[in-house]
């Protein structure tokens, strides 16, 4: 299922088989995975507008949605990408949605700007790949490997975000 050279955009027959499926819609971030651009970046945003839903409950259904939304996320992005053809195509950014509650975990008792801070290391993170998310992103595969590498960048940005707000 892996190709060398994978198109950055989908074309629009990808997109129909992609949108013909809840699985889907929900790998591609309800849509927020098929910007023309940036699609991680989008999907990272996105998943900010349900975190302010999550914010609000207590810390253990907080952790229980971060484990059902990876759960949902491996099925998802599994089908998602067998439907594409591909393990894991930018369109497919449910995972950001997961890595970015996980690196927000920190301001949930934060002031505003560490949403901004954690938005930013989650990307830092989820782009530059240091180990072990390379690791994670380049043996893993199918929608587990989709989802594990930016839940390993969503722990390391957390941990980041951690001490930045113990030290300020």
Known sequence: ???????????????????ATPAGWIACGLGSGLAPVAQGTFGSL????PWLLLRELPLPFYLLAIVLGF?????????????????DHRALVWDEFVGQWIALLPALLAPWWAVLAGFALFRLFDVWKPWPIRVF?????????????????GFCAAILLWFLLRAL
Request: overall charge positive.
């Open 71 to 87: 759960a949902l996320g491996v099925w998802a992005c599994e089908r998602a990408g067998r439907a594409l053809g591909v393990d």
């Open 46 to 49: 996105a998943a900010i507008l």
């Open 137 to 153: 992103d380049r043996r893993l595969h199918g929608g587990l490997g989709v989802m594990v590498d930016d839940v390993a960048a």
């Open 1 to 19: 299922m892996n190709t060398p050279i994978e198109r950055k955009t989908l074309t629009a027959a990808q997109r129909r088989v992609l949108l």
